[in-house]
T-cell receptor, first 111, second 113 residues
């Protein structure tokens, strides 16, 4: 089946540092999404990517849709304490509208 | 922000009870979804609907059932709750058409004693 791989499971960084997260697969996807989930809440959409090679920014966040269509990355610059949470990648194939999710990366930011 | 609401936010209830988790959205989205998520873990799709009177089972088998009588409303029911049903249940919706991002509610955290 289609799987999205996110690793490591947890990341620990110092406030002010940049951090990059990858999401990879052996399958091709046509749309990539990045979500952030705070404790006790639902995931919130951060960035959506629709075209191979696309680079999109949302404030301090930048995400890219890999040229092979098999991966995506999310970069957070100048991290702050409220960046703490679980970051999920998700992707659609063209075959149906069901969304495949990665297992998420838990980000901790030390003040 | 997406306008999708789930109630209750938390529910602690005994084994054998019938439970209905409510989900409503005010965006007129055709597609709605239910996911199950254990703490800190990935999301598993358990039900989805592409419109009124349309419901399908998701990738993860679930003893719950759903209905879609109105566009804005997609309740999930457990006829007889068991401890194994303890989890967080997340509802989402999206516009019709392919590859539309899903917008999530804040979830219901369910504990069955």
């Amino acid at each position: 089946g289609q799987q999205l791989n996110q690793s490591p499971q947890s990341m620990f960084i110092q406030e002010g540092e940049d951090v990059s997260m990858n999401c990879t697969s052996s399958s091709i996807f046509n749309t990539w999404l990045w979500y952030k989930q705070d404790p006790g809440e639902g995931p919130v959409l951060l960035i959506a990517l629709y075209k191979a090679g696309e680079l999109t920014s949302n404030g301090r966040l930048t995400a890219q849709f890999g040229i092979t269509r098999k991966d995506s990355f999310l970069n957070i610059s100048a991290s702050i304490p409220s960046d703490v949470g679980i970051y999920f990648c998700a992707a659609f194939t063209g075959a149906n509208s069901k969304l495949t999710f990665g297992k998420g990366i838990t980000l901790s930011v030390r003040p | 922000e997406a306008d999708i609401y789930q109630t209750p936010r938390y529910l602690v209830i005994g084994t054998g009870k019938k439970i209905t988790l409510e989900c409503s959205q005010t965006m007129g989205h055709d597609k709605m979804y239910w996911y199950q998520q254990d703490p800190g873990m990935e999301l598993h799709l358990i039900h989805y609907s592409y419109g009124v009177n349309s419901t399908e089972k998701g990738d993860l088998s679930s003893e719950s059932t759903v209905s879609r009588i109105r566009t804005e409303h997609f309740p999930l029911t457990l006829e007889s709750a068991r401890p194994s049903h303890t989890s967080q249940y997340l509802c989402a919706s999206s516009e019709g058409g392919r590859a539309q991002p899903q917008h999530f509610g804040d979830g219901t955290r369910l504990s069955i004693l």
